[in-house]
């Protein structure tokens, strides 16, 4: 069974073990559940600071580049 909690600004994952479950499958689960709480990206965005006009720069940025792509 997989859960997820926040825990503060810490997100904690327990993915438990199955009843004759590999450890590929246990390992695939748990990359699954990482994906989809959207952890990895969110380390991504918090690698080092932003300042509110900065973030808001990026936002603009990538809304643009996205209406771009959509244009094609």
Known sequence: ?????????VMSLEVHIREGETQD???RRFQKVVQM??????AK?????LSKGEAVRLKAKMSARRRRRLRR
Not at 1 to 9: F, I, L
């Open 1 to 9: 069974m997989c859960v997820s909690r926040r825990c503060g600004n």
């Open 25 to 27: 499958a246990l390992l």
């Open 37 to 42: 709480g959207g952890i990895l990206r969110e």
């Open 45 to 49: 965005a918090h690698r080092y600071f």
